[in-house]
């Protein structure tokens, strides 16, 4: 488990949503980090899509994050160097 330091009014953001939302701090956070990784990952998805892919994910036994990432990673790595040589 890391530390991360956050703006003192994203922690009042945090702290109102996670209590309106029955999360603690943390699940909140982690929640915004999940979907913000995902629509970075995948842009075409909007937020309901990305919502049924984590529910999909969960369903399946949970989200593999360094999966994901690393997956995705590669592929643009691969995208890249094959451009690099068309």
Do not use: C, F, Y
Not at 14 to 35: C, D, G, P, V
Not at 40 to 66: C, F, K, T, V, W
Not at 71 to 83: R, S, T, V, W, Y
């Amino acid at each position: 488990m890391g530390i991360v330091k956050i703006s003192e009014d994203m922690h009042e953001v945090l702290r109102l949503t996670s209590h309106a939302l029955s999360r603690s701090i943390n699940a909140q956070a982690e929640h915004w980090m999940r979907i913000g990784m995902l629509a970075e990952l995948h842009p075409d998805l909007d937020h309901s899509e990305l919502s049924r892919l984590l529910i999909r994910a969960e369903q399946a036994g949970g989200l593999d994050l360094q999966a994901i990432a690393g997956a995705k990673g590669l592929a643009q790595a691969h995208d890249e160097e094959a451009a690099s040589h068309g």
